[in-house]
């Protein structure tokens, strides 16, 4: 008999998920854990990652740990893989979530500003995966999905900061997916459409985004959280064993366009 469902059973595996404490990564950080995966969730905030923890160790009966890390520090990060392994001793999974998003036209926008998108979105992913590599090589067993974005495939006015940074992701993802596949690990990539996470509540009742939803994204709304749940249970899961480099669209309909 094949396998089945029984594919995306992630029972005593560990997960980190970065910037697990609200949006796609508080969703993705449960979804995890209902699938029955240990989940360390990270955050700049501390008190929020803890509480995003408690919540889904209470939801699901898995044990989940929550750690302020600031994924641009060298130190911070190699903190975080340290207690994973001290409190698992074990890391299978790795979600590269934490992100931010500044807007404006170039002429708007001062060069610290890009640099900042760039500092947390790509070297913060690299810095991670290249922390907890060397455990999974160990194994020859692992898991990193990167959280990409749409923008990352095409583009959109007023968006060079984090266009210019998800490109990157996409790139990192299949160079890194080539590099280490020999060792069993699968790198891929979500690219989420428009989400109606707290990075996008502040344009979510703007005429510009009103319209760019119904005339973009085919199923003309907004994504809702649980959405983003599937795409990272099949990717962090055994299920993907065959799947590296490659990316997950998960946008509405919005680039197939």
């Known amino acids: 008999m094949l396998p089945g469902i029984k594919l995306f059973d992630m029972t005593g595996q560990t997960a980190i998920v970065t910037g697990g404490s609200k949006g796609l990564g508080e969703a993705i950080a449960a979804g995890l854990a209902s699938a029955g995966a240990n989940v360390l969730v990270t955050s700049r905030d501390e008190n929020e990652a803890v509480a995003v923890a408690d919540h889904v160790a209470d939801e699901y009966g898995v044990k989940a740990i929550g750690m302020a890390a600031d994924v641009t520090e060298l130190m911070q990060v190699d903190a975080m893989v340290e207690r994973a392994l001290d409190e698992f001793g074990r890391i299978d999974v790795l979600v590269n979530n934490a992100g931010i998003n500044i807007r404006g036209p170039i ?15 790509v070297e913060g992913v690299w810095l991670c995966s290249k922390a907890v590599v060397p455990h999974m090589k160990e194994r020859k067993y692992g898991r990193i999905v990167n959280m990409a974005s749409t923008l990352g495939v095409v583009g959109l006015a007023n968006r060079t900061p984090y266009a210019t940074s998800k490109g990157a992701v996409v790139q990192m993802t299949r160079a890194l997916g080539l590099e280490l596949a020999p060792w069993n690990v699968c790198v891929n990539a979500i690219c989420p459409g428009p989400f109606l996470t707290p990075m996008n509540v502040p344009i979510a009742e703007t005429e510009e985004a009103k319209k760019f939803i119904v005339g973009a994204v085919a199923f003309e709304r907004w994504g809702e959280l649980e959405e983003i749940q599937g795409a990272a249970i099949f990717l962090a899961s055994p299920a993907s064993s065959y799947v590296t480099g490659s990316l997950v669209t998960v946008d509405g309909g919005w680039t197939a366009r």
């Open 107 to 121: 002429d708007d926008l001062d060069y610290e500003q890009f640099q900042q998108v760039q500092r947390i979105n």
